[in-house]
């Protein structure tokens, strides 16, 4: 439904910007692939690499707390067939609840810092993106670029700017952070995160 509503809005806005274009002489149109351009880039590749790190870190919490609950349960099983005292079998239990509960808190806190953590490092190299495509569409007097993922069913290669945009944005990574700036290592070329 949603894809359907882009196209009639971008076949309107085509229509609509071609006439002019056409009355003129000719429409200059470019794609750009702005995901590509993000996992391509250094600064994109340094974000994700942070990024990373940082769900492991939350994993690594995660997976402690799992264990010390696992270890309390065994602990439980063990000694419930010994224990005649009903107040220390409760007394475990409620560990195990609170630790569960410790367990869901952290999950929560740990969701909400990588989503915060991920917007801080997304949104500036999204902003630069943009800031870029706007230069690049100025300077050399583009009509139209669109963003490849949305709908674009063919694409002549010429037209693509993806690989410009990812220099550019290398190149504005490397003036914001000249100590920063090196290639990210080839470990960290691993999944991406969305």
Partial sequence: MRRSYYA????????SIS????????????VVDTDKA?????????????????????????????SEISALEEKLAKQSAFLDNKEEEQKLQNEIQSKRMEGQ?????????L??????????????????????AMQESYDLILEKQLIVLYLN?????????????????????PSKAKEPTKESEGPVIK
Avoid: C, H
């Fill in 38 to 66: 993000f996992k391509e880039s250094i600064w994109g590749k340094k974000a994700i690499e942070e990024l990373e790190r940082e769900v492991e870190s939350w994993q690594k919490k995660g997976e402690q707390l799992d």
């Fill in 105 to 113: 808190a952290l999950v929560q806190q740990g969701n909400a810092n």
């Fill in 19 to 30: 006439i002019p274009a056409f009355a003129q002489g000719s429409l200059k149109i470019a």
């Fill in 115 to 136: 989503e915060k953590k991920r917007q801080g490092l997304l949104e500036p190299i999204l902003e630069e993106t943009r800031s870029l495509i706007k230069k690049l």
């Fill in 157 to 177: 290669p010429e037209l693509d700017i993806t690989s410009r945009i990812v220099v550019m944005l290398d190149k504005a990574y490397k003036e914001k952070t």
């Fill in 8 to 15: 009639v809005v971008l076949g309107f806005l085509l229509f």
